[in-house]
Antibody
Framework: EVQLVESGGGLVQPGGALRLSCAASGFTFTSSWMTWVRQAPGKGLAWVANINQDGSVQYYVDSVKGRFTISRDNAKNSLFLQMNSLRVEDTAIYYC????????WGQGTTVTVSS | DVVMTQSPLSLPVTLGQPASISCRSSQSLVHSDGNTYLYWFQQRPGQSPRRLIYWVSNRDSGVPDRFSGSGSGTDFTLKISRVEAEDAGVYYCMQGTHLWTFGQGTKVEIK
């Protein structure tokens, strides 16, 4: 069974940083693109970033470029999202998803940016 | 940027009756490789989203056959042939042809 388990969320002040992690199991991680999607409170879904199988290609939504970095550790079947210079508008549930087209989703981890 | 526009945004439905959600894109979703990267997701209350449909009309594994997707170019539709109680939630279309963009979501409520 495919499983994605996110962690690392929490409360952080504006301008602060957080690193999200996603532990993957039940599929060949090294063969799969991976993606982060977020959902602000009471709002819809929004693609954030994704990364190819060997980590050599990344795409970002414009609003996080230069602040967020997606990466992966294929030896540990793990996906990461380093979030710097956090803003109030980054407050959301962050979901880790399998593939370029969001085939399977984790349960999400909550990030709250507030003073 | 490609804008995805869903309608209606709220859809009250009676159990056993059909339901239909429209999704329109601001530009064609036909990729240079010939594929159309249009997807549908369901998010039940308090749950993570779940993909229902990929490439316009293909059901993901385990998705009941009362769900169907259709369309081409810029106009797409998700249909539920006979709504069941477990279908309540928010439905999103998403395009993956020009980066990735979701629609605003359509809330399906059981009357």
């Amino acid at each position: 069974e495919v499983q994605l388990v996110e962690s690392g969320g929490g409360l952080v002040q504006p301008g602060g940083a957080l690193r999200l992690s996603c532990a993957a199991s039940g599929f060949t991680f090294t063969s799969s693109w991976m993606t982060w999607v977020r959902q602000a409170p009471g709002k819809g879904l929004a693609w954030v970033a994704n990364i190819n199988q060997d980590g050599s290609v990344q795409y970002y939504v414009d609003s996080v470029k230069g602040r967020f970095t997606i990466s992966r550790d294929n030896a540990k079947n793990s996906l990461f999202l380093q979030m710097n210079s956090l803003r109030v508008e980054d407050t959301a549930i962050y979901y880790c998803t399998k593939g370029r087209y969001f085939h399977v989703w984790g349960q999400g981890t909550t990030v709250t940016v507030s003073s | 940027d490609v804008v995805m526009t869903q309608s209606p945004l709220s859809l009250p439905v009676t159990l056993g009756q059909p339901a239909s959600i429209s999704c329109r894109s601001s530009q064609s979703l036909v990729h240079s490789d010939g594929n159309t990267y249009l997807y549908w997701f369901q998010q039940r209350p308090g749950q993570s989203p779940r993909r229902l449909i990929y490439w316009v009309s293909n059901r993901d594994s385990g998705v009941p056959d009362r769900f169907s997707g259709s369309g081409s170019g810029t106009d797409f539709t998700l249909k539920i042939s006979r709504v069941e109680a477990e279908d309540a939630g928010v439905y999103y279309c998403m395009q993956g042809t020009h980066l990735w963009t979701f629609g605003q979501g359509t809330k399906v409520e059981i009357k």
